[in-house]
């Protein structure tokens, strides 16, 4: 599946995992596998650990 990058996000970063971010969701630039993960995620009970070296939590998603 491809995927067209807004000229606004292009050349910035995931501020989780540093790849190619695809836009802002969850108020934060992120890839879409990031967002996937926090969309999965966010609203389950049980307590994930950010495998990120904690950023998950500084960037408050």
Avoid: W
């Avoid at 790849?19 to 994930?48: E, I």
């Amino acid at each position: 599946m491809s995927y067209i990058i807004s000229p606004a996000f292009k050349g910035l970063s995931c501020q989780v995992c540093g790849q190619q971010s695809h836009g802002r969701r969850f108020d934060v630039l992120c890839c879409l596998p990031c967002a996937a993960f926090f969309r999965r995620y966010n609203g389950l009970k049980t307590k994930r650990r950010c495998q990120r070296e904690n950023k998950c939590e500084k960037l408050g998603i």
